[in-house]
């Protein structure tokens, strides 16, 4: 009980630090979850965000382009990005779509001075996430001792040292008889390699003789006796991804079947 009330006398007689927002802006932690922030130049359309989103409030439309590959090339199709919106009167900051972002094209900002008086106007869109950008602090820096990013490392080490041949030892004139007998080694092993050779290229020849020769009974198991593949199915120039509650219904499509003992009767 003593400890306690020393507590609640140090916090009386301490002087009260009172954070004079909005006339001084609160110097938040470079990891506050203000809003999220997008680089668009370095999205590029996997949806990943808005398919691992828990709450479905990332919105992305977008559509393929066909550019003319540079001399005379197969034409490069890629997605560009006609819209990408975050609903935050539904975000729950939880970070997942900047966690599985794989394009470093999502970030966490610790501006927090976005609200509304109208719940609708929540929803923003990419200019205005983009502009959120500009206000992402740098990382932090690494703590001592810590391992070096890889990018780093991978630039700063010296390039891997030719192998060379070490040099052959200087002889002396006493050696003389021994480096004969040694060249003599060399010459017959190098011969009696060529043979070996010339022989196993020769029994190679017979074998694909008899080969053309057998009667085309058996097929020949290349790559073109496998079976072709289907083409694939053309696709769909527009892409969107938005929440399935928004999603028009199929007027055409039968009433749905119910699964288990209730569906049957
Ligand atoms: S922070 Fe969470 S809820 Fe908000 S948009 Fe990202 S994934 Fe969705
Ligand atoms: S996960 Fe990243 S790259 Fe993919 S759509 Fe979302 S923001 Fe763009």
Redesign the pocket.
Known sequence: MAKGLAVTMRHMLRKSETQQYPEVHPDLPARSRGVIA?VEE?????????RECPDWCIY?DSHKETLPAPEGGRPRARNVLDRFAIDFSLCMYCGI?IE????D??FWSPEFEYAEYDIRDLLHEKDRLGEWAATVPPPPAHEVGAESPKELSAGSRPAPARRTAPPAPVKGPAEGASVAQEAAQEAAQETARDTAQETAREAARETAGEAARRPAAEPAKGPESRPRREPPRAMRDIRSIRPPGSLPRNAGSPPQKKDGPEGER
């Open positions: 997008l370095n999205c590029t359309v996997c949806m990943l965000c808005a992305i779509c599985v972002c794989p394009f094209a999502l």
